[in-house]
């Protein structure tokens, strides 16, 4: 049976010298015997449990974990549960890493976005980022419940054209219209903007709002802070909490 230096069996597994001394000292893989010089030798049943050590800690698997499982009379049954254990971890760990990957790739959007970059915008980015889920939620509310009125308006139309039932399409006008104010009244209660000039928060005017040149998340406004009209990026805020900034 061949026997192995410290060396030997760090370079066969893959590991350094001094991780395969540290795992002696700490009696998880003590060596097979000492040559005449006084050094480790190991055998081959321990290379083969250096390399199952180094797969249990490639895992994840905390190296106290690893050596509790050795010492198990059936190590099967600990490892199974280790690695559950481990797994539930690592899910955990890439989801939080999956959310700051979201989150740069929004910050990054909002940089290109955003006209005359300073320090300062630094602030309005990490504004946007905190009510961009409340925001993106209300807006959905508003497509779900939007979709019954399209839906009314399609058939509408289609039967008037085809049947000449023209009545239905004057109930959607009666549905639509009041649902327009009521659903545009209550998003811009919710939303504030960002002036990019002097970074103030502001509501605008309801009509100022409705009627401004806008995109998904701007819209072409004067802030009332600065004077300056310019794109102002669209917050979830309702008036109460620009009462208390």
Not at 15 to 21: G, I, N, Y
Not at 42 to 52: D, G, M, N, P
Request: net charge positive; hydrophobic share 40%.
């Amino acid at each position: 049976m061949s026997n192995y230096t410290t060396g030997e069996v760090a370079k066969l597994c893959g590991v350094s010298v001094r991780t395969v001394q540290y795992y002696d000292d700490i009696n998880l893989l003590s060596p097979n015997a000492l040559s005449e010089g006084g050094r480790r030798l190991y055998s081959e049943e321990q290379v083969k449990r250096l390399k199952i050590i180094c797969f249990l800690k490639g895992t994840g698997l905390p190296i106290k974990s690893i050596s509790a499982l050795f010492k198990e009379e059936k190590p099967q049954n600990i490892l199974s549960v280790l690695l559950d254990e481990q797994e539930q971890i690592l899910k955990s760990e890439l989801n939080e890493l999956q959310n700051k990957l979201d989150l740069l790739k929004d910050i990054r959007d909002e940089v290109k976005t955003a006209q005359n970059f300073s320090v300062e915008s630094i602030n309005d980015i990490a504004h946007v980022m905190k009510q961009k889920n409340k925001l993106n939620k209300m807006r959905w509310t508003m497509v779900l419940t939007g979709i019954p009125v399209t839906a009314l308006q399609w058939v509408s139309i289609i039967l008037w054209i085809t049947n000449g039932l023209w009545w239905l399409f004057a109930i959607w006008a009666i549905v639509a219209i009041p649902w327009g104010i009521v659903v545009s009244k209550y998003y811009f209660n919710h939303v504030a903007y960002i002036c990019p000039e002097c970074h103030h928060t502001f509501k605008p005017k309801l009509k100022e709002a409705f009627w401004a040149y806008h995109t998904p998340r701007m819209h072409r406004l004067t802030c009332p802070n600065c004077g300056k009209k310019s794109l102002c990026v669209e917050i979830y805020a309702k008036k109460e909490d620009l009462k208390n900034d």
